[in-house]
């Protein structure tokens, strides 16, 4: 039986059947992407940025829509 987890990050580094990209890089790449989301928002909250923390969320959108999407 698979791991929710390991389940949940296929799906979401995953967009077709049988993906053109090594698995263990595009789960690496999300779960990298997403701490550096995390860090970035809360270097953001300590220099009392906070209005570029749209920024970095609609840059995380697109770097995992591109992930997902560019697989031709």
């Known amino acids: 039986m698979e791991n929710k987890f390991i389940h949940f990050l296929k799906y979401i580094t995953n967009n077709e059947a049988?993906?053109?990209h090594e698995?263990?890089?595009?789960?690496?790449?999300?779960i990298i992407t997403t701490l550096a989301l995390i860090a970035g928002i809360?270097?953001?909250?300590y220099k009392?940025?906070?209005?570029?923390t749209a920024f970095l969320i609609i840059e995380y959108?697109?770097?995992?829509?591109?992930?997902?999407?560019n697989r031709s």
């Open 61 to 69: 959108i697109w770097c995992i829509d591109n992930m997902r999407h």
């Open 23 to 30: 698995m263990e890089f595009d789960i690496a790449f999300f």
């Open 42 to 45: 809360i270097l953001l909250i």
């Open 18 to 20: 049988h993906p053109k």
């Open 48 to 52: 009392n940025m906070l209005e570029w």
